[in-house]
């Protein structure tokens, strides 16, 4: 079943010349982990505000085309309305946080409150997101003693149990160090497990070859291409869209080495440990 569908989508900001977004199109399946690359100002984020409605609703501007998330036409539907369907996550943990909460549990449990959720099911739904996010033994910590990568995990866990559809991240793990990013990563990816679909804006290329199902490649607001990573990231003009491939695909390609019976390169390790032992053989 498609989940999105993105129907000739073109935006222009306010008082700007250039469309940010130029004539997207792209479906995407239930379930499926999306990750969204191009370089700097390529749209990734205008793209994200798009598939939760803020653009055009809260940016206003010029706005042509359709998105259709889970059954629901964005243009023509209300943010609130949108966001039950689909949850959106932000660079910097930080700007997600009320502020207000004593604990990580109340942070979660101030959004369903908002929903008027059952007490019974709110208490449902935070455990089990927490649970997902490995958050349970920080329940009672506050939410500004946590790490960074704890902190997004919270921001996470928050969105989660609203129950939406659709998860959007935009750069969910360019603030934090390593191994925050990697708690993070792991996070996305149980989400992924439990059927979600996810989609992510991402500068790291080897995490989204190593996560994502398909990569939608942008550049200048247009859509260069959308399809498996190392089909994307075997693409020889990569570099014209500012675009680095996976470190593992530069290796393979120097070694040519491609996947058994395939014409690309590997972009995980695995696959390139495997196409490099066959090429040995
Ligand atoms: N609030 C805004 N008002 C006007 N123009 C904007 C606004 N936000 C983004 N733009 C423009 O829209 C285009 C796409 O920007 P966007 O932020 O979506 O790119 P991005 O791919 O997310 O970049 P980055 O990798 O730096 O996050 C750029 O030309 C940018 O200047
Ligand atoms: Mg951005």
């Given at each position: 079943m498609k989940t999105i569908v993105v129907e000739q989508l073109k935006y222009r900001y306010p008082l700007?010349?250039?469309?940010?977004?130029?004539?997207l199109s792209f479906e995407v399946e239930e379930g499926e982990f999306i990750g969204i690359v191009g370089k700097n100002l390529a749209g990734k984020s205008t793209l994200c505000q798009a598939l939760i409605g803020l653009v055009p609703h809260f940016y206003h501007g010029g706005y042509g085309g359709r998105v259709i998330v889970d059954g629901l036409e964005v243009g023509k539907s209300q943010v609130d309305e949108i966001s039950k369907k689909v949850g959106i996550v932000f660079q910097n943990p930080f700007t997600q946080v009320t502020g207000s909460k004593l604990t990580v549990y109340e942070e979660i449990a101030f959004g369903l409150e908002n929903l008027g959720v059952p007490r019974a099911e709110m208490i449902d739904r935070i455990d089990h997101a927490l649970d997902l996010l490995q958050m349970l033994p920080f329940k009672d910590r506050a939410p500004f003693d946590l790490s960074g990568g704890q902190m997004q995990r919270m921001a996470i866990a928050s969105i989660i149990a609203m129950r939406p559809k659709i998860i959007v991240l935009d750069e969910p793990t360019s603030q934090l160090d390593p191994q925050g990013s990697e708690e993070v990563f792991r996070a996305i990816q149980s989400l992924s497990r439990e059927g979600m679909t996810v989609i992510m804006a991402e500068h790291k290329m080897e995490k989204v070859a190593q996560y994502a199902d398909r990569v939608l490649l942008l550049h200048e607001g247009r859509l260069i291409d959308f399809d498996r990573p190392e089909k994307v990231f075997s693409r020889d003009d990569l570099d014209q869209y500012g675009i680095a491939a996976p470190v593992y695909t530069e290796v393979c390609k120097a070694l040519d080495?491609?996947?058994?019976?395939?014409p690309y390169y590997p972009a995980t390790l695995d696959e390139a440990c495997k196409a490099l032992v066959m090429r040995r053989e």
């Open positions: 700007t010349q250039t469309l940010a977004l130029n004539e080495a491609k996947i058994a019976g395939e």
